[in-house]
């Protein structure tokens, strides 16, 4: 096929006007999947390659950034059990003294995007939020993160809406009485 192929060029137009655009969207939603910038980005990066790749099943005009959100979540699902399955592995990094080196590539790169959502819900409200079980933790940052409807969310998650709805006051009672404690702590009293 050359490059004049209508096919591939509409192929190519679709994943660069709307599939894109999503990128930064989809990293949140992994990063805060997988706690870890590599497997979030490896998680995009496979979202992305089989969005290309199954990109005839897409119906455009629809909401890609549902349609791709439900590629990562099932590609996170599915990497959970893969690696569920298999021994665990420890990797060891060779130490690196940082005061003697002028590499500026071996230095940590501070991801701005997680700094940003830190900022904006604070430290403990992360901590509660992480601490949720996945199943909770995903609608909330489906609904009140990244603000997808109740049926977007049915659609990405694979689940009636009813069940959302339930997941989601589960979820934000759980969260509540997290963060209701931590105030309890920090001497809050608590108005009844």
Not at 43 to 72: C, M, P
Not at 73 to 88: A, E, L, T, V, W
Not at 169 to 188: D, Q, S, T, V
Request: glycine share 4%; net charge negative; with cysteine.
């Amino acid at each position: 096929m050359g490059t004049n192929d209508p096919i591939k060029k509409l192929r190519d137009e679709i994943f660069e006007k709307e599939f894109l655009p999503q990128m930064d969207a989809l990293y949140n939603f992994a990063f805060h999947l997988t706690y870890n910038e590599d497997d979030a980005n490896d998680l995009v990066q496979e979202t992305f390659l089989k969005s290309y790749r199954f990109i005839d099943s897409y119906q455009q005009g629809t909401n890609a950034k549902a349609w791709l959100f439900k590629i990562l979540k099932n590609g996170f699902i599915n990497d959970y059990r893969r690696k569920s399955k298999r021994p665990m592995q420890v990797e060891f990094d060779p130490m690196v003294n940082y005061s003697e080196t002028d590499d500026d590539s071996s230095v940590q790169i501070v991801d701005l995007r997680q700094e940003m959502f830190q900022g904006l819900v604070g430290d403990e409200v992360t901590r509660a939020l992480n601490d949720l079980p996945v199943d909770f933790r995903t609608v909330i940052l489906l609904c009140d993160i990244e603000e997808f409807s109740y049926e977007e969310i049915a659609k990405i998650i694979d689940i009636p809406i009813g069940t959302v709805r339930s997941r989601l006051h589960r979820a934000r009672n759980l969260l509540k009485e997290k963060l209701r404690e931590y105030a309890m702590k920090e001497g809050y009293k608590e108005n009844r």
